[in-house]
């Protein structure tokens, strides 16, 4: 079956250090969303990439989908305690239901 | 900015009892999907539903479970005969299309299972 496997499971970074999130498909990817998710509360879209090689940022967060290795980067520059949650990584599965890896709980301290 | 709104926000129910959680998709969209969520575990698909009909279940959403489009704006998941098992948060989610775009997702409903 299709897996999305994401990691580190957890991260703690110091306030400022840059940090990267890892996002591998058992298969090809098509398309990769990511989406972060602060504790008990709902899924926030942050990005969506749909080309081989495509790279996007938004504000210090710059994702890139690798088509080759069936993997995406999340990657944080300059990381703030407002960074902090769970990143998650989704593609769509079937026709119409979109799966997501475990997370990322990324931890900043200040 | 539309937003997918979800009722109630934390449910409390005797194992056994039916519960309703209810969800008010972004007006335009068209799709809908619930997903749970395991304190502690990954987020779970449920189910997907276009033109009022699933189009998509997983092996999670068994006859335990429905879903239901009432009228033009709520959108419901209705849980039978509730199991300690089944406390969690479920979110609701909508998007304008298939394959092509994010899910726009709701804040979540925690049901907690006595």
């Known amino acids: 079956s299709q897996e999305l496997e994401q990691s580190p499971q957890s991260l703690i970074v110091q306030e400022g250090k840059n940090l990267t999130i890892n996002c591998t498909s058992s298969?090809?990817?098509?398309?990769l969303y990511w989406y972060k998710q602060k504790y008990g509360e709902g899924l926030i879209f942050l990005m969506m990439?749909?080309?081989?090689?495509e790279e996007k940022s938004h504000e210090k967060i710059t994702a890139k989908l690798d088509e080759k290795k069936q993997q995406s980067s999340l990657h944080i520059t300059a990381s703030q305690p407002s960074h902090a949650g769970i990143y998650l990584c989704?593609?769509?599965?079937?026709?119409?239901?979109?799966?997501f890896g475990a997370g990322t709980r990324l931890t900043v301290k200040p | 900015e539309p937003e997918v709104t979800q009722t109630p926000s934390h449910q409390v129910t005797q194992m056994g009892q039916e519960v309703i959680l209810r969800c008010v998709p972004i007006s335009n969209h068209l799709y809908f999907y619930w997903y749970r969520q395991i304190l502690g575990q990954k987020v779970e698909f449920l189910v997907s539903?276009?033109?009022?009909?699933?189009?998509?279940k997983s092996e999670i959403f068994d006859d335990q479970f429905s879903v239901e489009r009432p009228d033009g704006s709520n959108f419901t998941l209705k849980i039978r005969s509730t199991k300690l098992e089944d406390s969690a948060m479920y979110f609701c989610a909508s998007s304008r299309g298939i394959r092509t775009g994010e899910l726009f997702f709701g804040e979540g409903s925690r049901l907690t299972v006595l």
């Open positions: 990439l749909q080309k081989g090689g």
């Open positions: 539903f276009y033109n009022n009909e699933i189009s998509e």
């Open positions: 298969k090809t990817l098509y398309g």
């Open positions: 989704g593609e769509w599965y079937n026709n119409n239901d979109m799966r």
